[in-house]
């Protein structure tokens, strides 16, 4: 039987495309009104649904371990960025002329989350340079490498491949430059050996800190890990190809004039929505396709 989740409305769906266009085939289930996945919990393994009906937000699940449902349901809250009260951030993006349109049009927007940090850290660094769906594929291919889930449901038939999985196995199925391969497999490695943590517990500043170091991710991992596994409101990718595109035609550009767009123009356009600036950058991929 299905729960129904609790939040602040207005709710937008439009996080489910987001998810959707990333779903990674036997792993995860999703349309322009649902997400569905498998997950390894501290006791178990799990699936869960949620769906939109238009008026509410319906949860299906199942658990090995029954103890682990609270902490089902508060990734799929964390996921779905339910905890977030919309109207402070229309206040402020609707500041802002270009925006304003978009922000009455869509007043419910949410910042996607995650449920699992390590996962989305490896998403982040795989999507690197590459278009959504060139990542897409080669997540794909990794599970190969991954665990059958013991719950399986639908077509989701296996766990996102582990950490250590991915160290074991990555370099014999990713593709792309030998660097950029050896730097998506150490940093499986370290995840692995918990020489690296990262989790929602973290800071912007203390992800910073663990990150830039490693070769292989810079600024906008950094940035995009703190969206996802902080849920960091203020976050802002002035070097991001579809931020950029989408900025450009939101104010009337061709996508050739757009993309000559400089990050530091993006950035000064950006400086009066803080502390809601990720909110802005969904407004903006959305505005490109890739939100």
Not at 10 to 37: C, K, Q, T
Not at 107 to 131: F, K, N, S, W, Y
Not at 260 to 267: F, G, M, Q
Request: with cysteine; net charge negative; hydrophobic share 45%.
């Amino acid at each position: 039987m299905a729960i129904a989740l609790t939040f602040t409305p207005p709710f937008e769906p439009g996080i489910f495309d987001f998810l959707a266009v990333r779903a990674v085939a036997s792993v995860e289930e999703a349309s322009s009104s649902s997400y569905a996945r498998t997950l390894a919990l501290h006791g178990g393994h799990a699936w869960f649904q949620v769906r939109w009906d238009g008026d509410a937000l319906l949860l299906d699940f199942e658990v090995e371990d029954g103890a682990d449902e609270p902490e089902l349901l508060a990734r799929v809250r964390h996921l779905l960025n339910l905890d977030h009260d919309p109207a402070a951030a229309n206040v402020v993006l609707a500041g802002n002329d270009l925006l304003a349109t978009r922000v009455a049009a869509l007043p419910g927007i949410r910042l996607p989350g995650c449920v699992d940090a390590p996962e989305i850290l490896i998403r982040a660094m795989v999507g690197q340079q590459i278009t959504v769906a060139a990542a897409r594929t080669a997540l794909n291919q990794l599970v190969a490498l991954s665990t059958p889930s013991r719950l399986p449901h639908g077509t989701m038939t296996h766990l996102f491949p582990s950490p250590a999985e991915i160290a074991a196995g990555g370099a014999d199925i990713l593709r792309g430059p030998r660097r950029r391969i050896d730097s998506i497999v150490g940093v499986s490695g370290l995840l692995a050996t918990y020489a690296l943590r990262i989790s929602a517990g973290d800071t912007p500043e203390s992800l910073a800190e663990k990150l830039l170091p490693i070769a292989g991710i810079g600024p906008w991992t950094v940035g995009y890990v703190c969206m996802r596994v902080l849920g960091s409101p203020d976050v802002f990718l002035p070097t991001d190809a579809a931020v950029r595109n989408g900025y450009g035609l939101l104010r009337g550009d061709s996508l050739a004039v757009a993309r000559t767009i400089k990050a530091a123009e993006l950035a000064r356009m950006a400086e009066p929505l803080r502390p809601w600036r990720s909110y802005a950058t969904l407004h903006l991929w959305r505005v490109a396709g890739e939100g």
